[in-house]
């Protein structure tokens, strides 16, 4: 009976990890969508410490939120649709700074502002604690 309990902890570990990565690769692209400025180019490229502070902050708090996902979740299903909320949930922490908070975000991690990324990515760190402490029900 061990061996069992053993077996489905293993392949329910593999099955959590693996949407989670898919989840990661997802977030990355949606993400990069939905900002204006390049971070890949920045980050590669350019060698933006800005952009790789504020994106860095972003895959941070989403992983946090997919936590607490996985932590809260009845089944796989369910992990799904939470963390699809969690994801959009961080691209709308990107909109409420870009919009409200700090208008000229974009331009300002394209200049390579540190401040600028620092906030950003913090926003979306603490964006993805609110998120994952949200999910407990």
Known sequence: MENYDLLTGITNFALYFGVSIVFLVVFKSVYGLATPHAEWKLIKEEKSTAAAVGFGGAIIGFAIALAGAVSNSADLIDFAVW?????IAQVISFSIVRFIFMPKITSRIENDEVSAGIVLGATNIAVGFI????MTY
Do not use: R, S
């Open 131 to 134: 998120n994952a402490a949200c």
């Open 83 to 87: 963390g699809l909320i969690a994801l």
